[in-house]
């Protein structure tokens, strides 16, 4: 039987901090948060939501190989991309293949079959950047732009941008997931660097911080306040936390927020976090057009966030039972 955890008599009184630990030992919604955390599976939800005007990085199942040796004009799976040589399709595997077919066409079967390997056709435009991911990992990519490898990042340790180290990341990441969810690797399409990044905490429903930040080395970030219009326009307006970050040794990021896009932002955070007492939702903002990031319940994995008054704040409206009364 699964243990049940019962918020405590001193609740109210919990720091944010605490209140996010209990939430994660619960065991409440267990099954349904860990479908909304994987960064995978959050994207056969956003497929099915159709929300308008919001964007996500689609899923890429078929790239061209980074190391192509061979002559053939070719898609592989990106799974077998993350696999070491020994399992690559090598020269010597195509000549002997050759040798036991008759016609090109009874080669791309042979090779769709055995391999998942497509033929690049006029009609199949490859593409071009995209990012290899772990569905609950932090921080963990590989970018590759037009076929060749630039970033590859796990948590804080970085590989250099070769090849075969597309390996020692795939191990290095696979080593370190302690979580009960099944690990998977998959491939989206890049949207971007140094993007500006929106940040709802919910709580019971309703978006009451945000936090926007440029993803970048440099921490600049601002958090806001959030306060619904007391009119029927279902509005928000923004109060500025003064000098008080999230992330340590943050500098204050100066500069105006789009009130449209908050607006626009709060709307879709809403339908997630319709579901849970807590949950945070990231966006990004690029080009005129809003991004889906993901959806956690752990911040800052529960340590590398300093919460203060802006935790203050949140543990204020995180009660024992939900309201509905508006400040």
């Given at each position: 039987m699964v243990k049940v955890y019962k918020k405590t008599a001193d609740w109210e009184v919990k720091t944010f901090a605490s209140k996010l630990k209990w939430f994660r030992d619960a065991k409440t919604n267990t099954e349904l948060k860990n479908i909304y955390a994987d960064k995978y599976k959050i994207k056969l939800i956003l497929e099915e939501l159709n929300l308008d005007g919001l964007h996500y990085a689609k899923i890429v199942t078929h790239v061209k190989p980074i190391q192509q040796n061979h002559n053939l004009n070719v898609l592989v799976?990106?799974?077998?991309?993350?696999?070491?040589?020994?399992?690559?399709?090598?020269?010597?595997?195509?000549?002997?293949?050759?040798?036991e077919v008759s016609t090109p066409e009874e080669l791309w079967k042979v090779l769709k079959k055995k391999y998942d390997i497509l033929p690049l056709t006029d009609?199949?435009?490859?593409?071009?950047?995209?990012?290899y991911k772990?569905?609950?990992?932090?921080?963990?990519?590989?970018?590759?732009?037009?076929n060749k490898i630039v970033k590859i990042i796990a948590g804080t340790k970085s590989?250099?941008?070769?090849?075969k180290n597309l390996f020692l990341w795939k191990k290095h990441v696979l080593q370190k997931y302690i979580k009960n969810i099944p690990p998977k690797i998959f491939a989206e399409e890049f949207i971007g660097y140094n993007m500006e990044v929106f940040e709802v905490y919910c709580i019971y429903g309703e978006p009451r911080v945000l936090s926007v930040?440029?993803?970048s080395d440099v921490s600049y970030e601002a958090n806001f306040k959030?306060?619904?219009s007391k009119s029927h326009d279902n509005t928000y307006s923004l109060e500025l936390f003064e000098n008080s970050f999230l992330i340590p040794k943050s500098k204050p990021l100066k500069r105006n927020v789009n009130n449209i896009v908050v607006?626009?932002?709060?709307?879709?955070?809403?339908v997630f976090a319709a579901k849970f007492e807590f949950i945070r939702v990231d966006f990004y903002y690029r080009n005129n057009n809003i991004y889906f990031s993901e959806c956690t319940f752990k911040p800052g994995a529960l340590k590398k966030i300093t919460w203060g008054v802006i935790g203050d704040y949140l543990s204020s409206y995180w009660t024992r039972?939900?309201?509905h009364q508006e400040t």
């Open positions: 799976p990106i799974e077998r991309q993350l696999k070491s040589k020994e399992f690559q399709l090598t020269q010597e595997k195509i000549d002997k293949i050759i040798s009609d199949i435009t490859p593409c071009k950047k995209y990012v772990l569905n609950l990992g932090w921080n963990t990519m590989v970018f590759v732009i037009n590989f250099d941008c070769q090849y930040y440029y993803e959030m306060y619904r607006n626009k932002i709060c709307d879709y955070a809403k039972e939900p309201t």
